[in-house]
């Protein structure tokens, strides 16, 4: 079960090239990756001349090509540099862009006239901003031609072009532009609301209506937990059961953890309280440490298996399996807007909001927001320190996004990663598909007639950790060995088609298309076997008991998964903390080495129908390394620097 935000009053954008510019030769410096799909989208009109766009131009960053190497040494357990994170100064300073890129951008833009009053630097020297640029101005400056489409189900609309060219001796210092070929405005199906049909209910209250709210009629509602049942209802015995979890944390008030929530998704304090009732009974009336983002608003006007459903999946289980821990709730966006992932990087790094992938109105919510209703309050700019561990359930089809933005927004996570946080990300509940179960059209097009696989993001940059899902067998215990999740949703995995291949995978996925090669041609999917793979690793995404809108109901997901994995890290960094050590940050690196295999259980059984690739010994694109074993992972974790 994802879910995914939702940007409800945005124009965004996508151009057509227009007739080159007479000043200089241009190249083209980024076009979109497919066409907006025509039974979505169609092109109503050319952009009027005068329209204000929101130029910004985002400047080549010093040293990323350093990136992996930087977050390899602080990150891989035989490094002599393991556990020495960088402060946030130190990143800041390390990846800034050079004076001269700045003086090239201005001066480009001052022969193209645009006067210097109108020209904006940020203050980490990393983003310009053009005031008042109009489409006519930016079509002319950028060689590219402006458009409307309007979404033929819903009349919302997007401006943008299909690409934009700079001069050649611009394009090194130039990172991205928007807005331009950003096109990907659309309101993601929430997967908990797709398979609504398919949840099934037992015992106890029946489910309130939106109108009413929760009730309770008096009644008192009891699920006991059994671990002979755990093939039927996970409950967070039968986690415990399974990835051995027989820790009680102790650092606490120095330990953080992170879940990430999109307005207006939100969790209702009685359902955590029905859930604590019932499982965890001295958690009754805890709450998280809510930090608003962009207005981020914890709403209850809206009551439903839609509205409430991941944010108290993500909690109830976050909170059981570490308590005492608190838990940080990151709520992002605002009730009419919303917000997407950039939005929670900027609230925990400032130079994220005007530097590395500061917000694209075509992907994200711009803030402050003058939408009637909106948050009017300053953007969310670093008002929070990255918790040690961030969680976040959502995802979109990395098609969805141009190579340049997803880089940019990646590069963001490498360097969350070395400050020594540790980002998960859900893999998907579609196997290889995408949202809603769309594959890709040769032309690269989501389609339900598609037949190339289409990979999620941001699961897919080489510095998240993907989670992907398994489940207890019908009939079987939680001491027989899990497979792939095949119920009700397929555990999310295959290739990018963006990110190359990260140096900690090599050995793993090189093994796993050398020893078992997917029987597809590159029609099909990324076959080159330079491409990142995913998930990372895996837990149980089947069958979780949750309170939800006063009753409890069973949900399925990799949103499930994500959260038990961040509550397994969360243990990990508090033993660490405990001994006078730092948090573990980005675990990759060491998951995949050789040193820690034992601890995680290799899953073998199952495939998955969404991709029909096969379960292996060893990583596969399906389960990743296997699900973790907390007695003999910590250990493992407790023995390094």
Not at 86 to 95: G, L, M, Q, T
């Amino acid at each position: 079960m994802r879910a995914y935000p939702a940007l409800l009053t945005l124009l965004l954008s996508v151009c057509v090239s227009a007739v080159p510019s007479r000043r200089a030769p241009h190249v083209v410096h980024e076009r979109r990756a497919n066409e907006p799909n025509p039974e979505r989208w169609q092109r109503t009109g050319r952009v009027e001349p005068d329209r204000v766009l929101p130029l910004k131009i985002g400047l080549a960053q010093q040293n990323l090509h350093l990136l992996e190497e930087m977050l390899m040494k602080v990150s891989h357990p035989k490094s002599d540099s393991y556990g020495q994170h960088w402060s946030p100064a130190a990143v800041v300073d390390f990846f800034a862009p050079k004076d001269e890129t700045i003086d090239a951008i201005k001066g480009w833009l001052a022969d193209a006239g645009f006067d210097a009053e109108r020209i904006r630097v940020s203050h980490n020297k990393g983003w310009i901003d053009v005031a008042n640029a109009t489409a006519a101005e930016v079509e002319e400056l950028l060689d590219a031609e402006y458009h409307v489409y309007t979404h033929a189900a819903t009349g919302l609309q997007q401006i943008g072009c299909h690409s934009y060219s700079v001069p050649a001796h611009i394009q090194e210092h130039v990172d991205l532009i928007k807005p331009t070929v950003h096109f990907t405005h659309h309101i993601p199906e929430s997967p908990s609301k797709r398979k609504r049909e398919l949840k099934k209910r037992f015992g106890g209250i029946g489910a309130p209506s939106p109108e009413t709210g929760p009730k309770t009629n008096g009644v008192a509602v009891t699920i006991t937990p059994s671990l002979e049942t755990c093939d039927q209802m996970i409950t967070p015995d039968c986690l415990r059961a399974l990835y051995a979890v027989n820790y009680t944390p102790v650092a606490t008030d120095r330990n953080t953890f992170g879940i990430t929530e999109f307005t207006p998704q939100a969790f209702l304090a009685s359902d955590l309280d029905l859930f604590f009732g019932n499982f965890s009974p001295s958690q009754v009336g805890t709450r998280p440490i809510t930090v608003a983002i962009d207005g981020g608003t914890v709403q209850t006007t809206d009551q439903s298996f839609d509205f409430n459903g991941e944010s108290d999946l993500d909690l109830e289980y976050a909170f059981a399996l570490t308590n005492p821990q608190p838990i940080t709730l990151l709520q992002t966006g605002d009730l009419v807007e919303g917000a997407s992932f950039d939005n929670w990087l900027d609230a925990v790094d400032a130079s994220f909001c005007t530097f590395e992938g500061g917000d694209d109105p075509d992907f994200d919510g711009i803030y402050p927001d003058t939408a009637r209703g909106g948050f009017k309050g300053a953007e969310s700019c670093g008002i929070i320190a990255p918790p040690n561990v961030v969680s976040t359930s959502y995802g979109a089809d990395e098609a969805d996004f141009t190579v340049a933005y997803a880089n940019r927004q990646c590069a963001e996570y490498g360097k969350l990663g070395m400050l020594g946080t540790t980002v998960l990300y859900s893999s998907g509940d579609d196997g290889v598909a995408g949202n809603g179960g769309e594959c890709l059209t040769a032309q690269g097009t989501p389609s339900t007639r598609g037949t190339r696989f289409s990979p999620d993001f941001p699961v897919t940059c080489p510095f998240v950790t993907g989670v992907g899902a398994t489940q207890v067998n019908p009939g079987a215990t939680v001491n027989d060995p899990e497979s792939a999740c095949a119920q009700v949703i397929f555990s999310g995995g295959g290739f990018s088609n963006f990110f190359n291949m990260p140096s900690y995978q090599a050995e793993a996925v090189t093994s796993f298309l050398t020893n078992h090669p997917p029987p597809f041609t590159s029609a099909q999917f990324n076959n080159s076997g330079t491409s990142r793979g995913v998930p990372d690793l895996s837990a149980n995404g089947a069958n979780y008991v949750i309170g939800i809108d006063g009753d409890f109901e069973l949900v399925f997901g990799t949103s499930a998964s994500s959260p038990v994995v961040g509550s397994l890290i969360t243990l990990i960094n508090d033993a660490r903390i405990a001994a006078g050590k730092g948090p573990v940050g980005f675990i990759n690196p060491a998951i995949y080495s050789g040193d820690f295999q034992a601890a995680f259980n290799d899953i073998t059984n199952g495939t998955n129908p969404g991709c029909g690739m096969s379960l292996t010994t060893g990583w596969d694109p399906v389960t990743g390394v296997g699900t973790p074993n907390l007695t003999k992972l910590m250990p493992l974790f407790l023995a390094l620097p």
